[in-house]
């Protein structure tokens, strides 16, 4: 079943438009903030710590269930990821597809602990990659690599929210 919601999250979430509950180092996509028991991840981890399959969000079999996108339309219930949609203290969990086992929590990192984020590239030189300074064309055409100013301090991630 296809939905709108899920269309204009996707598109919010792809132009940084989404509100997501913020903490330090927050990087939904990767993790999860423990302040807010991984309500704002939107990763895609699917299986439970045990290792059981994640059921559809928007299946009702073998588990039937109330946590849907009608019910929970800020929760970024999709596919078959896990999610906190009721705020459950042990963070993001799903219903399995064992008939035996109703629900788990999954084995979502937390943001701000250790997790293997793939490694930058170093940055060159502006000189290195041939860039041209010219107050006319603002270098909006930009498409490079570049993460750190002219005065050496990083730049945040077009994908976070904090701090700014």
Partial sequence: ETYCREAIDSFLDEEGLASKPACRGSYPSECGCEEVNQQDYTGTVSVTRSGRTCQRWDEQTPQQHSR???????????????????????????????PDKRWE???VANCGDTIALPTPPPTPSAEEIGCVYSSDTLQ????????????GRTCQRWDSQSPH
């Fill in 140 to 151: 909006k055409d930009y498409r490079g690599s570049l993460a750190v100013t002219t005065s």
């Fill in 105 to 107: 929590y999954c084995d």
């Fill in 68 to 98: 849907t996108r009608r019910n929970f339309p800020d929760a970024y219930l999709s596919e078959n990821y896990c999610r906190n949609p009721d705020n459950e203290p042990g963070g993001a969990w799903c219903y399995t597809t064992d």
